[in-house]
C-alpha cells in the first residue's frame, strides 16, 4: 500500500516538474533552456546601463549617412548643439529638455548641422515608443512641436536681433511615422521680409522618404524688454564646436 502510494507521489512529482520547466517555470542547473531572440534583446538592454544605452544611440545618429555627408563637407555644414545652453535658468522648465528629453521619448540629444549660408539646418533624433498617439505611431502633436522647433532655427539665425516667434505653422502629414527609430528633419528660410521670415522643413526617415513636411511664419518682436536680442547668444552656440566657416 505505501509502495503504490509512493510511486503515485513520484509520478505526479515527475508530471507537474516536466510541465514547469516546459512553461519556463523551472531551468536545469546542468543546462539552461535556449533563449528566444526576443529574450536575448531585453536582456541586453537590461544589462546595458544608461550611459551606455545614450551612447549608442548617440552613435547610430552619427553613422547615418546624412551625418556622414555633413562631417565629410566640412566647408558647408558645422555642428551645433541641439539644446541651448543647459546653464541658463529657462532651462529645466523648457518643454523639450524638461519633458520630451528622456529614455522611450527623444531618447538623446538630437545632432544638428547648420549650413555656411546659415539658411539651412539638419537634425537627427531618435523618437522612441513612448510618443505614440496609435500604438506604435508617433503622435500627429509631437512632429508638430518638432517643426515647430527646427524651423525656428532658420528664423533665429536670419530675422533682426536675432530673436523670432511662432505665427503660423502649417503641416501635411504625408506618411505615419514609426516609432523608435531615428528621423531627420530639414529647415530652410524659404523667404524674409523685415521682421517676418517663411521657413519650410521635411521630416524624413534614413531613407530619404518624406513623411511629413511643414512651413511656417516667423516674426522678430519688437518688445525689446520682453524679448532681448540673442546675437551674442548664437555666436555662442556656434562656437560650442570645432571648426568655422
Known sequence: M??????????FGVSVGLFGVDQGWINFVGGKKASTDKQLSQETEETMSAEEEYAAITARLMN???AKECLENANEWKRLPYFWNAKDKSFESAFIPSTLHAPDKMSVE?????????QEFVFIMHIGKRLCGHDGIVHGGV?????DEVTARPAFWNLPRNIALTASL??????????DQILVLKSQLANIEGR??????QLEDVKGNT?????????SPGNEK???DCSSKIKAFESTYPGTF
Open 64 to 66: 547615418t549617412d546624412v
Open 226 to 228: 520682453l524679448f532681448p
Open 143 to 147: 512632429q508638430a512641436t518638432l517643426f
Open 196 to 201: 517676418k521670415a517663411t521657413v519650410t522643413a
Open 2 to 11: 505505501l509502495a503504490t502510494w509512493a510511486a503515485c507521489c513520484m509520478a
Open 170 to 179: 502649417k503641416i501635411n502629414y504625408r506618411r505615419p511615422v514609426v516609432a
Open 110 to 118: 538630437p545632432v544638428v548641422f547648420l549650413n555656411r549660408n546659415r
Open 211 to 219: 513623411l511629413s513636411d511643414a512651413e511656417a511664419l516667423y516674426v
